[in-house]
Each structure stands twice: as C-alpha cells, then as structure tokens.
C-alpha cells in the first residue's frame, strides 16, 4: 500500500521496517483500527480493496508485536479519560454558580477553608462503602465544609430516604437520621424509617408530614438536575475545589485531592 493514512502517520512500508516507536506505533494502530468498520474506511475515502490491505497489515502487525493492541488500547483509555476530565471541568465551570444552595444541609466545618460536595444515595452500596473513609476523614481534617446532596437514583426506597433525611433536616437532625440510615439495611422503607426516626427521638407525625412536602420534592429535582449537568453518572460523586471525584475512592486519595484544592486557593 502505497498511500498513507489521512491520520498522517504511518504507510505500510514505515510500518514494516520498524521505525516507529511504540508511543507512535500505538497511536496508529489507533487510527487504523477505526478504518476496520466498512462505513468508516468508506467515509475516510478507502476503497474495498484499500480496506482489505489495511485488515492485513493490522493482522501482521499484532502478530509481529501483540502489545501493540494492548498499547492502542491504553491510548484509547487516556485520551477518553482526558475527554471526560475537560468535559467535567467545563460543567463545574458552567455550574459554579448553582453547585451549593443556601439550603443544603452541611456537615463538618461551616467554614473550612475547602468545600466537598457529596452526591450520595442512602441505598447505594458505594456510598455505605464510601462513608467509613469520609468519617476518618472528617474526624482528621477540622477545616473541611462537608454539604450534602441527596441524589436518589436506585428506586422508590431511595426517594424515601431522601425525603425523610431532607425533613429531618427541619428537625436539625438530617445527619443523625443519616448515619442511622447508613448503619441499617440498605432496604429503605417507610416503616425502617420510621423506626430510625422513632430510636432517634424525633417528630414522626411531622416528619411524615413533611416528607410529602412539595419543596423537598422540588430541592430533590434541583440535585438531579444538577447532577445531570455535571455529567454524574452514579453515587457516589464529588466535588472538591476544581475536581469531579467520582466513586468511593481511598483515604490517601481523598487527602490528596483535598490537599490540591487548598493548595488552589493560597
């Protein structure tokens, strides 16, 4: 084959002497593997014939050096990773302004010097995997404001959950019922509700009552709202300083990125 990729990157005879380096060689293994798609070779302008002579260099090649599919792979994975960061960073940018309410419940230090946005769902196992580390964490870090978004997305228990933490709130008690909640089973009921509630001492007349409260309702579509925008695809998820933290990440790891949103600010 004596035409070169549109890519610009290699032809089949750069290919077969060797010269490229594996840093190179990956990344068009990457532009020749979206030809292997008959629509797409046709769109680059690849006859049959053209298509078919790509197939067999490919096909030499992993054969030659089968960690060359490993290598485009892992150049697949980190460009999409960088994609994913921009897009992330660009939501928290364009969302600034909406990411903390007056009304969001906080935990930790109302002033810390660093803020950490939780999107969390009381039945998701994550979050409950999650919680130990935040614990450890808050009880070692003093200066940190924690402010809580419940985002209920595993089903009606969940909604429930979410309403009754948000109504427990109007009774300064939405983070004791939400350790509570955190500490029983994941299967979120209205009457494993109102056991907690009842064990913690508050109003369960009134917090029935207010659970069915349109504006938690409304506080709840915020977050998913919100969620949406930022591109939050599952519990849990955090922002801290200029970073989207997705999952339930490690102790050093939280540190860390706590550590480089101080960092930001001096």
């Known amino acids: 084959m004596r035409r070169v990729f549109q890519a610009g990157i290699l032809s089949t005879g750069i290919l077969s002497t060797g010269i490229l380096s594996t840093g190179i060689l990956s990344a068009a293994m990457v532009s020749m593997l979206a030809l292997l798609s008959p629509d797409r070779a046709m769109a680059a302008g690849f006859s049959p014939e053209q298509r078919a002579e790509i197939i067999d260099v490919v096909r030499e090649a992993l054969k030659q050096d089968p960690s060359i599919l490993r290598d ?13 960061q921009a897009a992330a960073k660009a939501a928290l940018a364009s969302t600034k302004d909406m990411l903390i309410d007056p009304a969001d419940p906080v935990g930790g230090n ?75 089973p994941p299967d979120v009921t209205k009457a494993s509700i109102e056991a907690e509630v009842k064990k913690l001492g508050l109003d369960w007349g009134r917090l029935s009552r207010d659970m069915d409260d349109p504006a938690i309702q409304a506080r709840i579509d915020a977050n998913l709202g919100l969620a949406q925008a930022l591109g939050i695809q599952g519990t849990p998820a955090m922002v801290i300083g200029d970073e989207l933290v997705p ?20």
């Open 72 to 84: 485009a792979i892992a150049a697949v994975q980190a460009d999409e990773a960088a994609r994913e």
């Open 110 to 184: 109302p002033r810390g010097d660093v803020t950490i946005v939780e999107f969390f769902d009381v039945r998701c196992g994550y979050c409950r995997r999650l919680e130990p580390t935040m614990a450890q964490f808050m009880s070692q870090d003093r200066n940190v404001r924690r402010v809580y978004k419940d985002l209920p997305i595993l089903g009606p228990g969940s909604v429930l959950g979410a309403k009754a933490l948000l109504a427990a709130q109007k009774q300064n008690a939405y983070e004791k019922l939400r350790e509570a909640l955190f500490k029983a």
């Open 247 to 266: 999952g339930a990440i490690s102790l050093s790891e939280l540190k860390r990125v706590v550590a480089v949103a101080r960092d930001a600010k001096k």
